[in-house]
């Protein structure tokens, strides 16, 4: 059984919601902005766009995936992934009608390919100059989390329980490996992170896995967080956040259950400490930068887990997780704003108002932030 994430956001609106006095001290500019369709509307689809090199690929729910000029914002090329390859005139009608693919997890590159999958169970492989269909193949369950590429393989985890490693020219399956399931769980997977000849990744069932990656067999897994409580909210123990790898440790954070860090090699329990969430975090030297379940933000040092500060000005609100820029922290929550922190001390530093909400936290790289709308607006914003 899956719990969509709205609900905890409906779960956490039921107070009147306060917000902060913030006095804008930065002034963000907005580069270019471009339309990616409708978006994924009201659905929980988690679409975050991707830099590489030149270009900003972003994806909407029906079925739209664009590549845009990353200093001008033009758009490069479209394919719908609601054409079936067969060059059918009909094709050319899906832009304006109902159907959608339903598209989620957003975009990801590797091996020269843009990849994208599908609540439908469908695995793309798209050429990043052209927009071409490469390859597609379907695989058992919902992609809910994008592909992941490395060692190799294209690695896809799916909400039926199932990790595919696909072969990047082809998609040719190389190996499945079944994951242990949870009776009650959030609608959400982990994506899968390649590392140090390893597949690692959380599951519904509260653990931290790793998999000898050219062999798909698991090497260990361990428990991070256990059901308990009275509640069906209260038991579900999901590692949804992406796992994040530095310098052979692994940092992992559950819903309703701990922050750890990990040994990548063997698996044990370095440090752990009580913060859960299911957003993904952020990292930058050695500080690990969180939004907890109940929209808390938090700095912990990653070498000793210790809290550096903490910001409880956005309580109760349904927020994204945390995108390092410079030296701020961007994360937006689902009435539109987009809130920057200073990533030093976590005070507020700016408040920006969008068009629509924010599910899922933007992109950075050393220029400049990208972030998309529920309703598909995206931008690309820069900072003096």
Not at 132 to 144: F, S
Not at 303 to 320: A, P
Request: aromatic content about 10%; overall charge negative; charged content about 25%.
């Amino acid at each position: 059984m899956l719990v969509l994430l709205t609900t905890l956001a409906a779960c956490s609106s039921k107070d009147e919601l306060v917000y902060p006095e913030i006095n804008n001290k930065i002034e963000p500019e907005e580069i270019w902005s471009a339309s990616v369709g409708n978006g994924v509307e009201h659905y929980d689809s988690a679409l975050r766009p991707f830099i590489y090199r030149d270009k900003v690929f972003a994806a909407s729910r029906a079925g739209l995936v664009m590549a845009f000029d990353r200093e001008s914002g033009d758009r490069l090329w479209t394919f719908d992934v609601r054409d079936d390859g067969t060059g059918s005139f009909l094709d050319g009608l899906k832009f304006w009608n109902s159907e959608t693919a339903r598209v989620s997890g957003g975009v990801s590159y590797g091996y020269d390919k843009v990849f994208v999958g599908t609540e439908n169970g469908d695995v793309l492989a798209l050429d990043p100059e052209t927009g071409e269909l490469v390859w597609r193949v379907k695989v058992k369950g919902e992609v809910i989390a994008k592909p992941a590429a490395g060692e190799g393989y294209v690695l896809v985890n799916t909400s039926a329980g199932y990790m595919f490693a696909l072969h990047p020219d082809t998609g040719e399956q190389r190996w499945m490996y079944e994951q242990e399931s949870a009776l009650l769980s959030l609608r959400g997977t982990s994506e899968p992170v390649v590392a140090s000849g390893g597949v690692i990744f959380g599951s519904g069932a509260g653990k931290v896995s790793v998999l000898i990656a050219d062999k798909g067999v698991l090497a260990w897994d361990v428990a991070i967080a256990v059901p308990k409580g009275a509640t069906d909210l209260s038991r579900m123990a999901d590692v949804d956040a992406t796992p994040i790898i530095i310098d052979g440790t692994i940092y992992a954070i559950a819903f309703n259950g701990e922050l750890v860090a990990l040994e990548l090699r063997t698996g044990r329990v370095m440090w752990k400490r009580e913060y859960a969430s299911f957003r993904d975090m952020a990292i930058e030297g050695n500080t690990i930068y969180l939004v907890d379940s109940v929209g808390k933000i938090f700095a912990i040092d990653r070498r000793n887990g210790l809290e550096q500060w903490s910001q409880f000005g956005l309580h109760k609100h349904f927020l994204t997780g945390p995108t390092v820029y410079k030296d701020y922290l961007a994360i937006g929550d689902v009435e539109g704003n987009l809130f920057w922190l200073d990533k030093n001390t976590g005070d507020f530093v700016a408040r920006e108002s969008y068009g629509s909400g924010f599910y899922v936290q933007g992109v950075s790289s050393a220029d400049e932030l990208v972030i998309q709308t529920r309703d598909g607006e995206l931008s690309l914003i820069r900072l003096p």
